[in-house]
Structure formats: C-alpha cells, structure tokens
C-alpha cells in the first residue's frame, strides 16, 4: 500500500469521480473561529466517498477476472459504490445485506445494478452465504476498507485536497476526516504525507464508537464494545483495518471524539450554511471543528464530509432540534 | 452589455466565486428520460448565483465610487451578494429591506456585513428611502438584475457551463435557467451564444408568476398580477427588466412553466439524489427537467439550481410531502 497505487487510482477513476470542491462559508468560520475548508463528498456519486474505492478497485481487476463479476457484503455506502462502479463496467455484482436493512438502501443498490443477496442476521452466518456465492460464480470479494485497491481509491480524495490546499495558499493544517475502519482516513493520510507533508490527518469518531482513536492510543487494536445504537451508523465498523491501523499508526494526528448530538447539530449547521446534505456520520469531522475548537491549532483547518445518504426522517430531526 | 463585459466580469471574479461543478444522478436521468446535468448555484458564495453578480459589479467600480459605497434593495439573495461582495473590499452597504423580511434573512445580511435599513412597506417608499440615502452618502445603486455588470457577473456561470458541458462531451443541449427579472437567464444566454453555441438558454418561472415567459411570447413587457402567494418567492420581480428583455427576445428559447408541488418534489429529489439544499424557486429549472420532459429535446439537459436559501419549515414540507 503506497502512493504509487493512490496515483494509479486516479488515473484510472478520472473524469468518473467528481473532483468535490473546498468549499467555505464566513458563518462556520466565526463558529469555529478559524477558516473551515470543507470537503463535500457527499456529492461524490452514490452520495459517499465510497464510490472512489468502488471504481478504483473494479477499474483495478483484469478483463477476466472482472468479467466474472465482484461481490461485497454492506448495507449502507460501500454497496452502492460497489454496484454503481460494477454497472459502469458492465460488470455483475453481488451485494450482500441483512434482511432488515432499510428498504431505500436495498432499492437504491438494486437500482443501480447491484444482485442484492439478503441474508438474516439472527440466523444465517454472512460470510458462509458471500462464499459460498463467490466460490460457485467465482466473484472477487471488494471488502470495504482492509482492501488496498480501495485504499487508494479513497486516497484519490487525499490527492485532491492537497492541490486544493496548495491553491488556496494553505501550507499548514490539520485535515479532519470521519473515522469508520479508517480506508478514507488511511487513504488521504497517505496523499498528504506525498503530497503535502504540511497537512496532518486526524480521525474524528462518534462517542462509544472510537475503536480506532482508542486503538491509536493502546497501541493495538480494539474493538467497539457494541455496533448498534449510534445516529453515526454510516461509518460504524467493529474494529481497525489489518492494513488501515499500521499506516494510521505511522501517520495519524490526535482523534477527536464527538457526541451523536454534536453530529446532528453539524447537520442543521451545513443545511444552513453550505446548502448541503451530510448524514450524522459524514458530518462528525465538521462538528469536530465547529465544536471543539480547542483541540485543533492553526488559522485554517481542512474538514471531510463523508456522506449525505441520511433518511429524511434523521435530517428533519436535525432541522427541528436546532435552529442554525 | 456584451460577452466582453462577462469576459471581464469573469476575470476579476476568478478565485472569489466557486467553481460549481456539473453533477449527475442515474436516478434523475431516470425520472427525466435523458441525462440531467445540474449546476449547482446554491453552492455558490451566501447560497446564490446572486453573489457573482454582486462581487462583479462591486469590483467594477473605480477606487473612489467603492470607497463610498454601495447601495441595494433587497429582502432575499441579492441582499446577502450584495453584502459579502462590498465586505470583501472593506466597501460599506447599505441593504434597504422591509420590515417583515424573515429575520433570519435580515439578520444573515448584517453578519455578512451589510447596514439594514429597514422600511414599513405599507406606510413608507422604498425608493424615496434608499435615494435619500444614497444621495447623501454617495452611494452607488446596485440593482438586482437591470445592470449590465450584475449581468455580465451572472453570465460567468454561462462561460462555466460553456466549458463544462465541452469536457463532458456536450454539443447540443437546452440549458434550463431559472428566471426572475432576468438578470440569470440572460447573462448565461449571452456567454452560451459566444461560446457553446449548441446550447439554448430556456427560461423557467413559476405558475402565475411567468412574466417573463408571457412577455416573450407576446413581444412586449408584461407584469406579474401578484407578487406574493409563491413558494417560489426568490425568483419572483414584478417585470422584466429593460435590459435584459431584449437579450432574452433575441437569444431564448421557449419557456417552461412549473407548479409550485413540481418544484416542492423536486427539492426532495435534490435532497435525496444529489444531498444539495435547494430553496422551491432555486428548483424549479429542475422541476422543469424531472416533470416537463416531453417540452425537452435531446439527450442531455443542463440544468441550473439558482439558490438555496430556503427555511427549514418549508424544506421540511417538501421532504414530507415527497417520498423519493
């Protein structure tokens, strides 16, 4: 895993991807009291930065192999980026998902070309089902972070940030990025680290759900106590990447920490002010820096949104509970 | 008022407004039955395309005229264009508003560094307000679509399609504007004549607020009955401007003509399939493509969001009313 593969990934993904802008508002400045440079990848297509990883590792197989087809197990971003960059191909693809994830999710990863496989959660084992599927149709497993050629993919979002920042003048700053099994924040950490050594990125976590910041921290990897209950479900995963945590090692800042309430109020805060659409979990990284200034330095501070793909219910929630 | 004026306009902007790119959706070229390009001018600077023309005609000014000031009357985007754009030179603004204006919005221009002056719009004249003023200030009059830089300053989103639509393969398109006094449509239509000329600008407007639509049709200028009653109220003016009717009668094709439920649904569709925040009258151009498509020819549509600066009870009914 190295920058050589992040550059190869943007070779092969350009004009596919969209290059999301930076994007600023002098309100959000005044909130975190420093200027806020965001990173909307919740205009990224299938509305996550999942895409990028999706297309990089489809565009990444031999004819033949890709020929055959790729399957992934997910409920929620990595499916719909998998099945979109597979159509593109002309390529089948099998998502795997629980039986009891929303019907939207299902729809949309149908829609966009995906054979979804539902499987129960209480009773069927996942894996047993994905591999029993790709062994007969010999499919090749996309996994959703600990896969290099998805790595790099999210590093394509990396690239563009420091020629971003370099555009804009920005020499030094810290680049915050929503923290799941940390493939986005691995990813960039590794562009950045090639292409602009003087922006440092730091994972952001929801509370209870900080396996990485609290892996970083022990010096091995932890596990999440309990996947389920967070409004932050878009980048919940049990635990650290086997390639992810070593290079997050190497390369990470200090995490910081938020609370679902802190994520919600960055929602209101973006509908207002950027006139755009995060899920709690994608916006975790702006309230870090809305909310917790005092743990960034620094006159400019670089914030990813990983996702807008929020039922409107949770976004309505976010619009009534706070007035922005 | 020529393409060398949006030609300047553009240069002395560069780097101040956002580049807002042209984004796609499989789902909305499903709805429409072709492929829909939008431009999202609600990502643009204060939410609004409004702020080029507010930044451009600012920057226009010799030294002297700026130090003393700008003036503008308007409850809505223009006000907060106007506002940021003379900030950004350290220009003082003047910003003649009534005094029923959403608080929200008035009090969005004063961060922005605009002085509200706040009139009673039963008792008292706009007009004769805002000139006392200006007179004894020496404040120069921006006006919100009537004025050749303001124009000229719209038409860079014209010259960015342009280039745009050509990266993406693009010939022979009908461009979708949303129309209010013009100032939008008619900039564009002027960028896009010198150079995309495969591209028509079309005009959009609300239902019973098509003033624009009905003066094309019937060669002179025609008002609105009403001015209020919309939920499409950023995009309503009384009439069409002096300027900008002659452009629009030499250069625009047929126009469209939404409901305000067409435009409520598709700034539900925006919200799920794009994650943008669109206000009704910034949606209705979109509207247009997803519900009116047998008016549309060709493969390709290109579609412009023109703000959104909408409240969250209003976008809050859209993503109720429409389950997308």
Known sequence: ??????????????????ETPLLRSA????????????????????????????????SA?????????????SSGNHAQGVALAASEFGTPSVIVMPSDAPKMKIDNTRALGGEVVLYDRSTEDRDA?????ATARGLTLIRPFDEPEVIAGQGTAG???????????????????????????????????AEAP?????????????DMIRSLAAGEIR????????????????????????????????????????????????FSR????????????????LFHADEIAGEDVIVTISGGNVDPDVFITALSRYTV
């Open 223 to 270: 596990r999440n106590a309990t996947l389920t209950g967070s409004i932050c479900d878009a980048i919940i995963s049990p635990e650290p990447g086997q390639i992810t945590f070593p290079i997050l090692q190497r390369l990470a800042g200090p995490g910081i920490v938020v609370t679902d309430a802190e994520a919600l109020h960055a929602v209101a805060h973006l």
């Open 159 to 193: 690239l563009e940030i420091a020629r971003q920042a370099a555009a804009a003048g920005i020499e030094k700053a810290d680049v915050l990025v929503c923290c799941g099994g940390g493939g986005f924040a691995s990813g960039i950490a590794l562009a950045l680290e």
């Open 1 to 18: 895993m190295n920058i050589e593969m992040i550059r190869a990934a943007a070779e092969r993904i350009r004009g596919h991807v969209v």
């Open 129 to 133: 089902i994905g591999s029993e599927i």
């Open 27 to 58: 309100f959000l400045d005044r909130v975190a009291g420093r200027r806020v440079w965001i990173k909307p990848e919740c205009l990224q297509h299938t509305g996550s930065f999942k895409y990028r990883g999706g297309r990089a590792a489809v």
């Open 198 to 210: 003087g922006l440092r990125m730091r994972p952001v976590e929801p509370e209870n759900f900080d």
């Open 61 to 73: 197989l031999s004819d033949e192999t890709r020929r055959r087809g790729v399957i992934a197990y």
């Open 274 to 289: 950027l006139k755009l659409v995060a899920e709690p979990g994608g916006a975790v990284a702006v309230a870090a820096a």
